[in-house]
T-cell receptor, first 115, second 112 residues
Framework: DTAVSQTPKYLVTQMGNDKSIKCEQN?????MYWYKQDSKKFLKIMFS???????INETVPNRFSPKSPDKAHLNLHINSLELGDSAVYFC??????????????FGSGTRLTVV | GNSVTQMEGPVTLSEEAFLTINCTYT??????LFWYVQYPGEGLQLLLK?????DKGSNKGFEATYRKETTSFHLEKGSVQVSDSAVYFC???????????FGTGTRLLVSP
């Protein structure tokens, strides 16, 4: 039933490792996003995909690579993890035809801790 | 560019007190405005929205009115409950830009 589901919910890993976070939405939305929430709760967009095409790519280190195999999935792969990557990562989706004015639906987040 | 400014928190209130969380925005064109709420340990949930000037969004006793003349979208509730304790985010999206821009969030703490 979950509209936007992310896995894993928690991820603890060592510096230098490579990890992936998966996201799936069952809302039929056309557009998916990755947001990063830092320790002060500030939310910043990282990427956006519309129908498997990258449409927003904010200033994010190229160690972060999103992949959208189909419009219901948007995964985030992170290479060579650094301490500063520790944050909560949120996946979201929206109906592109509404230009986002219908609001975004967010997943419950993945708390990444790099040690 | 587009940006959202929220009042700094935390906002600490007693149960049944009146709540106002201020939000102002800067945007070109005619953005849609939102309030999202994040309960402890959870993701963000859409609380309410307004898509044009003078629209009032409301949900669960919370209200906010889109004021173009003051570029504001302040969140209000007449009587808060302990269960309202959460972080509240004001946000905007400008049609065509496909990007939801958030304020810094305001933590609300309600005590019994």
């Amino acid at each position: 039933d979950t509209a936007v589901s992310q896995t894993p919910k928690y991820l603890v890993t060592q510096m230098g490792n490579d990890k992936s976070i998966k996201c799936e939405q069952n809302l039929g939305h056309d557009t998916m996003y990755w947001y990063k929430q830092d320790s002060k709760k500030f939310l910043k967009i990282m990427f956006s995909y519309n129908n498997k095409e990258l449409i927003i790519n904010e200033t994010v280190p190229n160690r972060f690579s999103p992949k959208s195999p189909d419009k219901a999935h948007l995964n985030l792969h992170i290479n060579s993890l650094e301490l500063g990557d520790s944050a909560v990562y949120f996946c979201a989706s929206s109906q592109e035809a509404l230009g986002g004015i219908g609001g975004y639906t967010f997943g419950s987040g993945t708390r990444l801790t790099v040690v | 560019g587009n940006s959202v400014t929220q009042m700094e928190g935390p906002v600490t209130l007693s149960e049944e007190a009146f709540l106002t969380i201020n939000c102002t925005y800067t945007a070109t064109g005619y953005p849609s405005l939102f309030w999202y709420v994040q309960y402890p340990g959870e993701g963000l949930q859409l609380l309410l929205k307004a898509t044009k000037a003078d629209d009032k969004g409301s949900n669960k006793g919370f209200e906010a009115t889109y004021r173009k003349e003051t570029t504001s979208f302040h969140l209000e509730k007449g009587s808060v409950q302990v269960s309202d304790s959460a972080v509240y985010f004001c946000a905007l999206v400008n049609t065509g830009f496909q990007k939801l821009v958030f304020g810094t969030g305001t933590r609300l703490l309600v005590s019994p």
